[in-house]
């Protein structure tokens, strides 16, 4: 089995994306003593935000590449072939502005390709990753699982949304909430790490 554990909050061991993130690896771990983990830092080594260069790259023929979209399509290719590699995909999110943090985004733009990740055919599109199962650590500072706060949160419902779209509809979510709030935060990480069910 084969993990790629994608982190996205540039707050290091202190982040409580990441501290999720890594109980729900251990618990896979666990269970799969052979498992092979491959971590990813988003925030050390960011895909750079699309420009016209990576959209050009992504729908040109290779036949036709020019050096310069040769290189710009590396950062793609890299992505969807370690994408492709894993088995279980484990991706810490935490909440920004009520969605997710740019460097996840990028990266999501970067393997969001048509005829790679997704096609469209007679029947609409279709997903092109498959076989693969994801689970979301979400972290946010209120609670936005449920009650009033449930119409801000853009993190889950986008992930499930575009990770779908290209196959990946095994997807699980874990969430620690309340990070920021008195009466939460002493027991919010340890709610969460308890809710962890493989």
Do not use: C
């Amino acid at each position: 089995m084969k993990i790629l554990h994608l982190i996205s909050s540039p707050r290091g061991a202190a982040s409580f994306s990441r501290k999720l993130g890594n109980a729900i690896v251990e618990k896979l771990q666990e269970e799969n003593h052979d498992a092979q983990v491959k971590l990813h830092d988003l925030t050390n080594k960011p895909f750079p935000h699309l420009e016209e260069v990576h959209l050009n790259s992504f729908f040109t023929p290779a036949e036709n590449f020019t050096p310069e979209l040769a290189e710009a399509i590396k950062h793609s290719d890299e992505a969807i072939a370690e994408l492709m590699d894993a088995d279980i995909i484990v991706i810490d999110s935490p909440m920004y502005n009520f969605g997710i943090a740019s460097t996840l985004k990028s990266w999501i733009d970067h393997i969001a390709r048509a005829n790679k990740t997704f096609r469209y055919s007679e029947k609409g599109p279709e997903g092109l990753v498959k076989n693969k199962k994801v689970y979301l650590a979400i972290s946010t500072g209120g609670v936005y699982s449920d009650g009033p706060m449930k119409a801000y949160d853009f993190t889950e419902s986008y992930l499930r949304a575009v990770l779908g779209f290209m196959g990946m509809t095994n997807l699980t979510a874990y969430r620690v909430e309340g990070v920021n709030m008195p009466a939460l935060k002493e027991s919010a990480l340890q709610k969460a790490i308890d809710s962890i069910a493989l």
